[in-house]
């Protein structure tokens, strides 16, 4: 199957019904996507598919055959952060960190779909689960780097 992943195609030996999560992680080796429920509850697993965020635990992989994924990996970089990134370093958001890459897949979508998002759009968006609670955080540093005072 010809998959585009982070800007480039590769070819992906598996079958249709595999999830996405696990043709990510165990077949392409992309780890920073991680598996928390299984059951499209917590938004751990968040990739970004055409743009929107999808739950990639409960997505075939049939589903995004030439569509356009972006993990984790392909938001940024140590050299090049993502202005998601750089805010989330500034607001210190991570705790243990398990639940952040998909945090930052969502956000980056919330915010190219609206850039000047209100809390009430913060709120309706995010809706991924963070058991260390790093909710105010992630909410400060989606303003921050929306540039939006707080
Ligand atoms: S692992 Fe996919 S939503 Fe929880
Ligand atoms: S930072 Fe630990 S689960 Fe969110």
């Known amino acids: 199957m010809q998959l585009s992943i982070n800007g480039r195609w590769v070819e992906a ?4 019904a595999m999830p996405l999560l696990w043709v990510l992680r165990d077949v392409l080796a992309l780890t920073g996507t991680k598996y928390g429920c299984g059951v499209a509850a917590c938004g751990a697993c968040t990739v970004r598919v055409d743009g929107q965020p999808v739950r ?9 055959a030439g569509r356009k994924v972006v993990t984790i990996e392909g938001l940024g970089s140590a050299s090049s952060p993502h202005p998601l990134q750089a805010a989330w370093i500034a607001e210190q958001v991570p705790q243990c960190g398990y ?9 980056a979508a919330l ?8 809390d009430a759009d913060i709120d309706e968006a995010m ?9 105010q955080r992630v909410r400060a540093a989606i303003r921050r780097a929306a540039g939006i005072k707080a």
Do not use: F, I, W
């Open 127 to 135: 809706t991924n689960l963070c058991r260390c609670g790093t909710y």
């Open 99 to 107: 639940c952040q890459s998909g945090m930052l897949m969502a956000a």
């Open 111 to 118: 915010l190219e779909r609206k850039p000047k998002p209100t």
């Open 13 to 16: 030996d598996v079958e249709p």
């Open 56 to 64: 990639s635990c409960v997505t075939p992989v049939s589903a995004v």
